[in-house]
C-alpha cells in the first residue's frame, strides 16, 4: 500500500517512514525542506535499505497538491505531518502559523474528499487543551481556549477534519502528541531544528555539545514541585509506531467511529529540572542552564492519560525518559562530527 506521509523528512515525520517502511508499506514523502534537510533520506535508507519516493513541493499551493494527487493516484493513507510548530514562533507570527498550518489541511482535504475512501491520520497536540484543569488530560478533557496561534490551528484543524468527514468518504484518527524527543538507536535520524531551537531536549544536547553557551529554563515561579514546568515526554520512536497503529486500524477498518482521537504520551510529567539531572546523570556530563522568564503560550503542566490509548488504539510506550535523553546525546555527537 502507498502511503503519503506530509513532512516526511521532518523529525517525526522521518521516524513514522522507518515504521512504515519496516512494515512493507510504500511511502511517498512531501516535504518542502523548509525545516528538514534532504540528508534525511539517506538515514531512512540506511536504516530500512530503502529509499522512499521524495516529492519536494509546497503544501500552501493549491494547485500543486491537486497535481500531486493526478500522479499519485493510488494513495491508501496519509499521515499529515506538515506544520510549523513552535509556540513562541507562533506568537511573533501568526499568520504564517495560519498560512502554513490551515491552508496545506484544506487543500489536502479538497483532495482527499474526491476519493471513494480515505485514511487521514492528523498530527494534533496537547495544545489544544490549553491548561487543562485536571491531570492527567483524557481525550474528554475539555478544549480551553487556545494560548498562542500554534495551539489554535491545531483546533481549527481539528475542528476542520471533523466537517469534512460527516459530508465525505474521509476517516481519521487525530494523535494529540505530548513532547517528542530523543532519536532512532541507530543515530542515523534525529531532531535537527534549524537555528535555535525551540524545544527543551535540543537545546539541552546542543548546550552539552558546546554550540549554546548556557540552556535558558523558561521560568522557576510555577505552581508545581520545582517551579518549573511539568511536560510528558515521549520517545520518538514510540510516538512514530503509534502513527502506523493508527493507520493500520483504519485500513483494517476497526475505527468505531469516522473521526477518533487518541492522546500519545508516556503518563507521566516530568519538570524541566528533572529532565536536565536525568540527562546529566544518564550521560555523566554537566550542563550550564540559568533561569529566565517565563515564555508566552507556555502552560503549567500537562501529561496524558494513555488509557484510551492503550485500551482501544493498542499502543503503549516502550522507552524511558532516560533511554530517549541517551538517543538525543548520542544523535547529537553523531550529528556534530559530519
Request: charged share 25%; proline share 4%; with cysteine.
Amino acid at each position: 500500500m502507498k502511503i503519503l506521509v506530509t513532512g516526511g523528512l521532518g523529525f517525526i515525520g522521518s521516524h513514522t517512514v522507518v515504521e512504515l517502511q519496516n512494515k512493507g508499506f510504500e511511502v511517498v514523502i512531501v516535504d518542502n525542506l523548509s525545516n528538514a534537510s534532504i540528508d534525511v533520506l539517506d538515514g531512512i535508507s540506511n536504516i530500512t535499505g530503502k529509499k522512499p519516493i521524495l516529492e519536494i513541493l509546497d503544501l500552501r499551493e493549491k494547485t500543486d497538491v491537486q497535481s500531486f494527487f493526478k500522479k499519485y493516484n493510488d494513495i491508501a493513507g496519509v499521515i499529515h505531518f506538515a506544520a510549523s510548530k513552535a509556540v513562541g514562533e507562533s506568537v511573533e507570527n501568526p499568520l504564517l502559523y495560519y498560512e502554513n498550518n490551515i491552508n496545506a489541511l484544506v487543500y489536502l482535504l479538497q483532495e482527499l474528499q474526491k476519493l471513494e475512501k480515505a485514511c487521514f491520520i492528523f498530527s494534533s497536540s496537547c495544545t489544544v487543551y490549553g491548561q487543562a484543569e485536571i491531570m492527567p488530560i483524557r481525550e474528554n478533557a475539555p478544549i480551553q481556549k487556545a494560548l498562542s496561534p500554534y495551539g489554535n490551528t491545531k483546533q481549527i484543524g481539528e475542528e476542520i477534519i471533523q466537517d469534512v468527514a460527516k459530508i465525505s468518504s474521509i476517516e481519521a484518527v487525530l494523535l494529540r502528541y505530548f513532547n517528542p524527543i530523543g532519536a532512532h538507536e541507530s543515530a542515523e535520524i534525529g531532531e535537527l531544528p534549524l537555528g535555535v531551537p525551540q524545544n527543551l531536549v535540543p537545546f539541552i544536547t546542543q548546550t552539552a555539545i558546546g554550540l549554546r553557551k548556557e540552556l535558558s529554563v523558561f521560568g522557576n515561579d510555577y505552581p508545581t514541585p520545582d517551579g518549573t514546568a511539568i511536560r510528558d515526554y515521549i520517545h520518538v520512536v514510540d510516538l512514530a509506531k503509534a502513527h502506523v497503529v493508527a493507520l493500520e486500524r483504519l485500513l483494517h477498518k476497526k475505527n468505531t467511529e469516522k473521526v477518533e482521537v487518541f492522546n500519545i504520551g508516556t503518563g507521566k510529567g516530568s519538570s524541566v529540572l528533572e529532565v536536565i539531572e536525568n540527562f546529566e546523570r544518564v550521560n555523566e556530563i554537566k550542563l550550564l542552564y540559568k533561569v529566565v522568564g517565563r515564555r508566552e503560550g507556555d502552560v503549567t503542566e500537562a501529561y496524558a492519560s494513555t488509557d484510551r490509548a492503550f485500551n482501544v488504539l493498542g499502543w503503549k510506550p516502550e522507552f524511558t525518559l532516560e533511554e530517549a535523553l541517551r538517543s538525543a546525546w548520542k544523535w547529537e555527537q553523531k550529528i556534530r562530527k559530519q
